[in-house]
C-alpha cells in the first residue's frame, strides 16, 4: 500500500467514535479526497484540509492528517489504515497521540473508525 492507492474521492460508509456508532444521517454527505499529498474532507459539520503521509512499511500501514485548514488547523493526528477491494478503513487517534494498533474504538479512547468506499 502508498498513498498513491489512496489518491481519489472516498464516501463515508460507516463512522464509530469513541466505542459508539455515529447514525447515517451525520455523515451523508461526508467526503475525503486525497490528491498527491492533500486532502481535503467536507460534510461532517466543518472543512479540513492538509497534508496526508503514509508509512507503509509496519502492520498495519500508518497514515498521518497535517490539518492545516479548519478547526483542527496546526494539529496531525496518526492512525492506522487498510485498503480493501473498493474500500479504506482506517483508525484515528483524534486526540494527536500515536496512532492506534489496531481497528478499535472504546469509551474515552479518543479514537474514530472509519469505513469509505470510492466514489
Same mark, same amino acid.
Given at each position: 500500500?502508498?498513498?498513491?492507492?489512496?489518491?481519489?474521492?472516498?464516501?463515508?460508509?460507516?463512522?464509530?467514535?469513541?466505542?459508539?456508532?455515529?447514525?447515517?444521517?451525520?455523515?451523508?454527505?461526508?467526503?475525503?479526497?486525497?490528491?498527491?499529498?492533500?486532502?481535503?474532507?467536507?460534510?461532517?459539520?466543518?472543512?479540513?484540509?492538509?497534508?496526508? =503521509?503514509?508509512?507503509?512499511?509496519?502492520?498495519?500501514?500508518?497514515?498521518?492528517?497535517?490539518?492545516?485548514?479548519?478547526?483542527?488547523?496546526?494539529?496531525?493526528?496518526?492512525?492506522?489504515?487498510?485498503?480493501?477491494?473498493?474500500?479504506?478503513?482506517?483508525?484515528?487517534?483524534? =486526540?494527536?497521540?500515536?496512532?492506534?494498533?489496531?481497528?478499535?474504538?472504546?469509551?474515552?479512547?479518543?479514537?474514530?473508525?472509519? =469505513?469509505?468506499?470510492?466514489?
Amino acid at each position: 500500500m502508498s498513498l498513491r492507492d489512496l489518491q481519489g474521492k472516498w464516501r463515508i460508509n460507516s463512522l464509530e467514535i469513541d466505542g459508539v456508532s455515529v447514525p447515517a444521517a451525520a455523515y451523508v454527505n461526508a467526503r475525503i479526497s486525497v490528491d498527491g499529498d492533500r486532502f481535503v474532507s467536507t460534510g461532517m459539520g466543518a472543512d479540513y484540509s492538509g497534508r496526508v =503521509s503514509v508509512d507503509d512499511a509496519t502492520a498495519p500501514a500508518i497514515f498521518s492528517l497535517a490539518f492545516e485548514h479548519g478547526p483542527e488547523a496546526g494539529n496531525i493526528n496518526s492512525g492506522v489504515y487498510e485498503l480493501t477491494e473498493g474500500g479504506w478503513r482506517f483508525c484515528i487517534n483524534m =486526540s494527536g497521540g500515536p496512532a492506534p494498533d489496531g481497528f478499535t474504538t472504546a469509551p474515552g479512547s479518543g479514537r474514530a473508525l472509519q =469505513s469509505l468506499v470510492r466514489e
